[in-house]
């Protein structure tokens, strides 16, 4: 079975904006109406990019 979220959400973390932020608004955004919720890499830029050409 196929799961079709009903609305997602990006969000970006950074050093001001952690994953212990991002469970504080999780309550509020199913109150949204959100269903999936997803994140850009959680690498920093530079290792992400040395890591892409192996």
Known sequence: MTYIPSATYRLQTNPNFKLSDI??????????GISTVY?????PQSLAASTAMM
């Open 23 to 32: 469970r504080q608004i999780v309550p509020y955004l199913h109150e949204l």
């Open 39 to 43: 994140s850009a890499p959680f690498l």
